[in-house]
């Protein structure tokens, strides 16, 4: 089993108390392995799960960075995408399930629904990290948080969409940064 692949096995696992033994069969299976050139959008259908394996994603709507998506993250892909889509910052590695193996897997093990409930309020729970940034009065501060938990990605971000991320002039950004 190659190192991606124990990556997601793990995180799964963390989640259970469950041995999910038979279920990992099924997932494992299912896997598609993926991979995104630099600035190329995910491809990928409305409810498939992916696990970013190495790289950095962006998650934009419409032109704005709403989400900075790192390595060992899952990526929860919306039914109803709505101007939302993924694009690597750096050459990234992903392995998809697709949501009708999702469904399938669910099906045949329906104790796999409460690892997927486990998982899909961590997506939620990543996702509030930039409501902290943009909860903090002094732009100082963000810059730093930004900086601390985006090291692997902001040197690889344009200044336009750091400071609109964290809701700073590009003036104050470059005055700053």
Known sequence: MDASVLQLRRL???????????????????????HCAVDQRLVCNPGDICFLVEG??????LTSVVRVIQSDQLIFV??????????ALVPCQLLILSREALYHIIEVFPRAVRVYDSLLDVWHEQSDERLLLLEMTQKSARIALFKQLHKEAFPYMV?????????????YLRKNF
């Open 56 to 61: 950095t994603m962006l998650k934009v709507h």
């Open 12 to 34: 799964l696992l963390s989640h259970t108390q469950d041995d999910l033994q038979e279920e990992w069969n099924a997932l494992y299976s299912a896997l598609t392995p993926v």
């Open 78 to 87: 919306p039914l109803q995408p709505k101007a939302i889509y993924f694009r």
């Open 159 to 171: 200044r336009k969409d750091i400071a609109n991320y964290i809701a700073v002039s590009e003036e």
